[in-house]
C-alpha cells in the first residue's frame, strides 16, 4: 500500500474520531447520560436505554436486534444554530429515502403490505430529530394520492403504505409549530395532474410553499445562490417541493426536481464503483446550472444491516467521492434508509461533516462559529480550506488538506 494512502487514511480516522468524539461530547452531556459507542440497555425504553440527548440505544449485529446494544446518533447538529444569513444551498439536510414506508405499518385497507420498509419511525418523529427532507412516492389510488413502495408506476393494495394526506398533515403540523423550520419534499411523481396540489392545499400547505419562480433555474440562468435561509424563513416559504414530473410547475407550482437538483444514481448501482454516478434524470454531477446537490446512499434491497455497517465511515467516505464529481460542492440533501441505524456517528454526523465544509470550510459544523455575517462567497465555485485550527473562521467550502485530499 503507497504511503501516501496510509497517511490519507490515517488522517481520515483522526479526524473522524475527532468529530464523534464531539458530536458525542455534544449529544451526551447530560449528567451519566451514555455516549455515542457506549453500552447501554436497548430493553429500556423510558430514559433511551440510558443514551444521552439525540441519541438512542440499539444494535448493529447482525441480524438487528441481537448482539451487544450501544448508543447511536439520531440526530444532526441543527445548523441554523451556526447562523442562518447563509443561501438555503451553503446548508446540508438529513433526509431520508421512501419517507414513509415505515417497519411494522398496517395497511389502512387491511391488507399485507409486502413492499419492505425503509425507515424506523414515523414521518413525525423523523422531522422531530432533525430529518429536513422527505422522499415521497405519489400514486393516484383509491380515489386520491397515496405514498406506496410499488413498481411500474401503479400502486396495488399491497404496496400501498399511507394516504398522502396524512403524511402531509404531520408536515404541516411539525411546520406550525416550528416557525423557522424549512422542509424539502422530493416526490417520486405517479399522479394526475391536479391531484398532488390538492393534496397539498387539503393539508393546509399551500401558506408556506416556497414558490417555483424564486427558484434559480436554468431558465433563468441558473447556478446562482438560493435565497438567503433567513429570508426564506422570515417570507414563511418554508417548503420547498420537487417533482419527478416535468411540466407541472404552470398547473400546480410543482418545480421539476433536475431543474434545480443534480442528483446521485439512487441503490446498489449508485455505488457499484465507488465512485458517484448519476442518476439517469439528472444533469451530469458537475453541471453548474443546478446549484443543489443530492447524495442518495442506500441499496436496492432495505437493509437494517448494511445500514449499521455502512451509515457511518463509508458514508463520509462517499461524500468526498462526489464533492469531487459534483464540480467541488458538497451535498445538501444526504438521503438514507434507516437513518437512525449506525455503529457510530451514522448519518447526521455526516450531515454534520457536510454542513462544516459548506458553511465555514471545517472538517464538522461543530467548528464553526455562530455568526450573522453577511453571506459569504457562493458555493459554486469553492476555494480550499487550509489546514487551520477547528476554532479560526473558515473561508467558502473546499476540501481540507487532512480530510480530504486525494493527492496526499
Request: aromatic share 10%.
Amino acid at each position: 500500500m503507497a504511503v501516501a494512502t496510509v497517511r490519507r487514511r490515517r488522517c481520515f480516522l483522526l479526524v473522524l474520531g475527532t468529530a464523534i468524539a464531539i458530536a458525542a461530547s455534544l449529544f451526551g452531556a447530560a449528567s451519566g447520560a451514555a455516549l455515542v459507542g457506549d453500552s447501554c440497555k436497548a430493553s429500556s425504553t423510558s430514559d433511551g436505554g440510558g443514551c444521552g440527548k439525540g441519541l438512542r440505544c440499539t444494535t448493529c449485529v447482525p441480524p438487528p436486534g441481537t448482539g451487544p446494544a450501544a448508543c447511536a446518533r439520531t440526530t444532526p447538529i441543527d445548523p441554523k444554530t451556526h447562523g442562518t444569513g447563509l443561501p438555503f444551498n451553503r446548508y446540508s439536510w438529513l433526509t431520508t429515502h421512501n419517507s414513509f414506508a415505515v417497519v411494522g405499518t398496517k395497511s389502512p385497507l387491511g391488507s399485507a403490505i409486502i413492499s419492505p420498509p425503509n425507515q424506523e419511525d414515523s414521518v413525525s418523529e423523523q422531522l422531530k430529530n432533525g430529518v429536513r427532507g422527505l422522499m415521497l412516492d405519489a400514486y393516484d389510488f383509491n380515489d386520491a394520492v397515496w405514498f406506496c413502495h410499488s413498481f411500474h408506476g401503479r400502486c396495488l393494495p399491497f404496496t400501498a403504505y399511507v394516504p398522502a394526506l396524512s403524511v402531509l398533515t404531520e408536515v404541516r403540523v411539525f411546520l406550525e409549530a416550528n416557525p423557522s423550520e424549512v422542509v424539502t419534499v422530493f416526490l417520486e411523481d405517479y399522479a394526475a395532474p391536479g391531484s398532488l396540489s390538492n393534496a397539498f392545499n387539503a393539508a393546509g400547505l399551500s401558506k408556506y410553499w416556497f414558490p417555483e419562480s424564486l427558484m434559480p433555474s436554468p431558465s433563468k440562468g441558473g447556478g446562482g445562490d438560493w435565497p438567503l435561509l433567513k429570508d426564506m424563513i422570515a417570507d414563511n416559504h418554508r417548503l420547498i417541493v420537487f417533482t419527478s414530473r416535468k411540466g407541472k410547475q404552470g398547473t400546480e407550482g410543482l418545480a421539476y426536481e433536475w431543474d434545480y437538483v443534480v442528483e446521485t444514481q439512487y441503490g446498489s448501482e449508485g455505488m457499484s464503483d465507488g465512485g458517484c454516478p448519476k442518476r439517469s434524470e439528472s444533469r451530469p454531477m458537475d453541471s453548474k446550472a443546478q446549484s443543489l446537490v443530492l447524495l442518495n446512499f442506500f441499496t436496492s434491497n432495505p437493509s437494517q444491516s448494511w445500514a449499521c455497517s455502512n451509515n457511518s465511515a463509508p458514508l463520509i467516505s462517499r461524500l468526498n467521492a462526489c464533492y469531487q464529481a459534483s464540480g467541488n460542492r458538497w451535498p445538501n440533501y444526504i438521503a438514507v434508509d434507516f437513518y437512525m441505524r449506525s455503529n457510530g456517528g451514522g448519518a447526521p454526523l455526516a450531515t454534520d461533516v457536510a454542513n462544516g465544509r459548506l458553511q465555514c470550510g471545517r472538517d464538522s459544523i461543530t467548528y464553526c462559529k455562530p455568526s450573522s455575517a453577511p453571506a459569504p462567497a457562493s458555493a459554486s465555485s469553492p476555494s480550499p480550506a487550509p489546514a487551520a485550527s477547528p476554532s479560526s473562521p473558515g473561508p467558502a467550502p473546499g476540501p481540507a488538506n487532512s480530510y480530504y485530499s486525494t493527492t496526499g
